[in-house]
């Protein structure tokens, strides 16, 4: 059984920062193209950062320079660091890991039907103006 698990969710005013980090149990994320993705009210499903089995990172243009994906062998674990956050940064944000994928792949892709194969629950960012 596969389970990703995120934490750090939370409420932070514009500018602030939080670290959100997703263990895994069941895989190795070494092995899987891992990826973010968030889910704002009233919106799809969207790639936010993704990394692949071999070290790959793509971005969405909007959190470039701002955020920052990588994984912790050590843990079993994906992190992403999101700096200066905005409120339309707010959402709900996933863990996902996906068979095969290029990063360019999960990213633009992985929340389609077909896409990442496993997903974690979710937990939700608030950022306040």
């Known amino acids: 059984q596969v389970d990703l698990v995120e934490s750090g969710g939370g409420s932070v005013e514009t500018g602030g920062s939080l670290r959100l980090s997703c263990v895994a149990s069941?895989?190795?994320?070494?092995?899987?193209?891992m990826g973010w993705f968030r889910q704002a009210l009233g919106k799809q499903r969207e790639g936010v950062a993704a990394?692949?089995?071999?070290?790959?990172?793509e971005y969405r243009e909007s959190v470039k320079g701002r955020f920052a994906i990588s994984k912790d062998s050590a843990k079993n674990a994906l992190d992403l660091l999101m700096n200066n956050l905005q409120p339309e940064d707010t959402a709900e944000y996933y863990c996902?890991?996906?068979?095969?994928?290029?990063?360019?792949?999960?990213?633009?892709?992985?929340?389609?039907?077909?896409?990442?194969?496993?997903w974690g629950k979710g937990v939700l960012v608030t950022i306040s103006s």
């Open positions: 069941g895989i190795t994320v070494g092995q899987y193209s």
């Open positions: 996902a890991a996906g068979d095969g994928m290029t990063a360019f792949q999960a990213l633009h892709i992985g929340s389609l039907p077909g896409g990442m194969k496993y």
């Open positions: 990394i692949d089995y071999n070290g790959r990172i």
